[in-house]
């Protein structure tokens, strides 16, 4: 079983920044695929950016050029780095794991408020 945490969200006025991150623990094998998401109230969950093993990093094209995505391996850690934040970031963001024996793992989520 694997556990994801996610930390780092808060309030924060437009144009700010926030660092998110998201620690694993458990039994982790290995990492496929390691992505955040966010939900914002009354909409569907969105992919924000994702750090695919081997791969580069993937971003949305609305956060794009804004927010910077980063591991650690040795810690286990995925981070978010988000800069001149806007209104419409506020969300709850969520960290999702894809394992090398295909299952899927979440966190708890970690709200993002960014006032105007």
């Known amino acids: 079983q694997v556990q994801l945490v996610e930390s780092g969200g808060g309030l924060v006025q437009a144009g700010g920044s926030l660092r998110l991150s998201c620690a694993a623990s458990g039994s982790i094998f290995s990492i496929v695929d390691w992505t955040w998401f966010r939900q914002a109230p009354g909409k569907e969950r969105e992919y924000v950016a994702g750090?695919?093993?081997?791969?580069?990093?993937e971003y949305a094209s609305s956060v794009k050029g804004r927010f910077t995505i980063s591991r650690d391996n040795a810690k286990n850690r995925l981070y978010l780095e988000m800069t001149n934040l806007k209104p419409e970031d506020t969300a709850v963001y969520y960290c999702r794991l894809l394992s090398g024996t295909s299952n899927v793992y979440w966190g708890q989520g970690t709200q993002v408020t960014v006032s105007s």
């Open positions: 750090i695919p093993v081997g791969g580069n990093p």
